[in-house]
């Protein structure tokens, strides 16, 4: 009720010199109790605070994801080049349809794909944009660094390797950026 920027950057952690993090509540909630006009709120308040932001929202649908989704300057959606990943895209994107939300920028971004001779395999990138019925916008190649920093919660770039991954998502995401229609959100589909 009392939102506003000084309390929402006060709730923020500086979690890199180019971001801040407003990371999820200690205690588990129900997703349906999550009141619409409070997010929309929050975002307007986070639009007015900082250059972009970042949403990540779960995988289900709730009543106020419509809400979220509206008010995005796009959404990404992320997947791996599996058969299960690829399923779940696909849903998402039928849904967004469903929805109404056509008029939103959609970007997908293939995550975790390897490469070369000794690939794990799995799904083409073509049969990929086939089994989503449109095209992979980006795509972020499989890097132990990303996984040892994750692991080790620690920033990329500080990682062995992760310099030249940090550059590659770097590239990605000013290009989200660039696809976003003009506002000041996007949101990520989670699924990669």
């Known amino acids: 009720e009392r939102l506003d920027g000084t309390l929402l950057r006060g709730a923020m952690v500086r979690a890199h010199e180019r971001f801040d993090l407003l990371g999820s509540p200690a205690s588990v909630y129900p997703v349906d109790s999550i009141d619409p ?7 307007a308040t ?53 929805e109404e939300l056509d008029d939103v920028p959609v970007i997908v971004v293939a995550n975790r794909v390897s490469s070369g001779f000794f690939g794990r395999g799995g799904v083409s990138l073509k049969a990929a944009e086939k089994a989503l019925g449109r095209k992979v916008d980006h795509v972020v190649p499989e890097s132990p660094a990303i996984r040892a920093a994750a692991e080790a919660g620690v920033p ?32 990520q589909q989670p699924g990669g």
């Open 156 to 187: 990329l770039n500080e990682a062995s390797g992760g310099r030249s991954a940090e550059k590659k998502l770097v590239q990605v995401m000013e290009a989200i950026i660039r696809a976003a229609r003009p506002a000041s959100t996007a949101v």
């Open 37 to 43: 006009a409070a997010i929309i709120a929050t975002i």
């Open 46 to 98: 986070a639009s007015r605070e900082y250059t972009h932001t970042l949403i990540d929202l779960p995988l289900l649908w709730a009543h106020w994801t419509h809400a979220v989704l509206r008010a995005s300057s796009a959404i990404v959606l992320i997947v791996q080049l599996n058969v299960p990943s690829l399923r779940q895209g696909r849903r998402q994107l039928d849904m967004l349809r469903q």
